[in-house]
């Protein structure tokens, strides 16, 4: 099981610390994420300006997508290199072409799974939200948890990830699910020991 920080900055010199906390975390991949406003009641920094700042490091990279006009921002990371895009359940066109396997869907906490089973076969990764989206520091919603039991009782071969309100409690709660990687934010990347929070949350992964 992978931990993968999460970042959400409102500015370019948050974004940039944020960066710099994960190079000195050592980790190879990150997600992060992209607010327009609309599909949520925040906005992030500019993809032009995250991809500037990108050119300087090497980083795996996720994207979790919460706009919605997702077929614009699509196109504008096109130029970047990316592991996979999240894209909202919530924010899809119904005719969306999922002929790009490098798209993966999030899903909102009021989601169940049952409503994207016809797109199951189309992915290889979703994406369940432990807190309502947008924010740093929402509260963890234990109950989806659940959803990734139902995403393996349909067989789905794909990666299950989950996003929000994660600390040292609400990690242990959520790697008896064995979900295939979880994403850390403010907890991590706000305090003023990050090695320290990464290292405790290695730590609840080998004594599981």
Sequence with gaps: MKIIPAILANDINRFKKYLQI????????????????KFVNNTTV????????????????????????????LEELK?????IIYIHFEA???????????????INP????????????YINSVLIMTVEPGFYGGKFLTENLEKIKDLKKLNFNGTIGIDGGINNETFKKAIKYQPDFVCSGSY???????????DEYRKIISKS
């Design 22 to 37: 994960c190079v000195d975390l050592g980790v190879d991949e990150i997600q992060i994420d992209i607010a327009d406003g």
């Design 46 to 73: 500019s993809i032009s300006e995250i991809m500037q700042e990108l050119k300087n490091f090497k980083f795996k990279l996720q994207f979790h997508l919460m706009v919605k006009d997702v077929t614009q921002h």
């Design 79 to 83: 130029q970047i290199n990316f592991e």
């Design 92 to 106: 899809l066109d119904k005719n969306y072409d999922f002929s790009n396997k490098k798209i993966g869907l999030a």
């Design 110 to 121: 009021e989601t169940q799974i049952e409503k994207i089973e016809k797109y199951l076969k």
């Design 188 to 198: 991590l990347l706000n305090d003023e020991n990050p090695k320290e929070i990464f």
